[in-house]
């Protein structure tokens, strides 16, 4: 009976062994291929490349940057796929750091379906100080995501859009008297897009949108920090909505969200 109890432990330390390298190599293949989606090269390349982009979705979004990359993209794409074809349209992002957000929202625009698509140039603007974070704030550390410049994002950008499409990189805090200068001169703005995680520079942000607003067209708030913390960029977007229903009278439509981002069309009454 011990020598049966002795082989029974040896072969349950030998499965016990077998399931943790098993369960080792799973999580380096994950990691792996986590970090790989976090690269602009990777990610452009990647879904310009997948035949069918939701089923890949589904398949492998308990990879969280699958998760949060191609699942905003599809989202985007459903949400350029709305806008009417025969309009010259112009996307403001505040918070570009080096530039993928920017050149996902132009590869929505490029892989229109045919009867959407037109030749008419789209117009690209990224608001940026390229310093990191301002401050401190819950989940953020001051000087977060500094590791980037104009230089950077500009090159990035311009490897990647579509040649027919024109970009403008700003520096400079969202409130710059020169960055709402040269923000006034378009006209015709359908996508905001708020990549500034903290809810300070959110509400900053919003505060400028407001002044660019057009209440003739619906226009698209894509928020793309939502699920980092309740009281960073929701509580700014929801400020926003309490401080200005009565002046604007608008109505808010929750288009899509993944765990971190959350889109919406905002139509005026």
């Known amino acids: 009976m011990h020598k049966i109890c002795n082989h029974l432990d040896y072969h349950f330390s030998r499965i016990v062994i077998i399931r943790s390298i098993y ?47 191609v699942g ?14 025969e309009n ?11 530039g993928l957000g920017l050149l996902l929202l132009d590869l929505a625009f490029t892989l229109r379906p045919d009867p959407l698509r037109n030749s008419s ?30 230089d950077i994002c500009e090159k990035n950008i311009r490897k990647w859009i579509n040649p027919l499409s024109k970009f403008e990189l700003i520096q400079g805090s969202f409130n710059d008297p020169n960055v709402i200068m040269r923000l006034s001169k378009y006209h015709d703005i359908s996508i905001f897009h708020f990549d500034a995680d903290l809810g300070s520079s959110t509400e900053q942000a919003l505060q400028v ?39 604007l009278n608008f109505s808010v439509t929750k288009i899509s969200s993944t765990k971190l981002s959350r889109y919406y069309r905002i139509d005026f009454i």
């Open 209 to 247: 949108v407001n002044l660019l607003l057009s209440k003739k067209e619906s226009a698209y708030f894509l928020f793309d920090d939502w699920g980092c913390h309740p009281d960073e960029v929701p509580d700014a977007f929801h400020t926003w909505c309490f401080n200005n229903q009565n002046s």
């Open 72 to 85: 905003r993209f599809i989202n985007m794409c459903k949400i350029v796929n709305q806008l009417k074809p």
């Open 88 to 98: 010259k349209q112009t996307v403001v992002e505040f918070g570009t750091f080096q």
């Open 121 to 150: 140039n789209q117009n690209f603007i990224g608001i940026d100080t390229f310093l990191g974070l301002p401050e401190s704030s819950t989940v953020w550390t001051q000087g977060q995501f500094s590791n980037t410049s104009l």
């Open 23 to 69: 369960y080792r190599i799973k999580t380096h293949q994950k990691n792996k291929l986590n970090n790989q989606w976090q690269s602009i090269d990777f990610v452009i390349q990647n879904i310009k490349q997948i035949a069918n982009l939701c089923e890949f979705y589904e398949l492998n979004k308990h990879i969280p940057e699958i998760e949060h990359q």
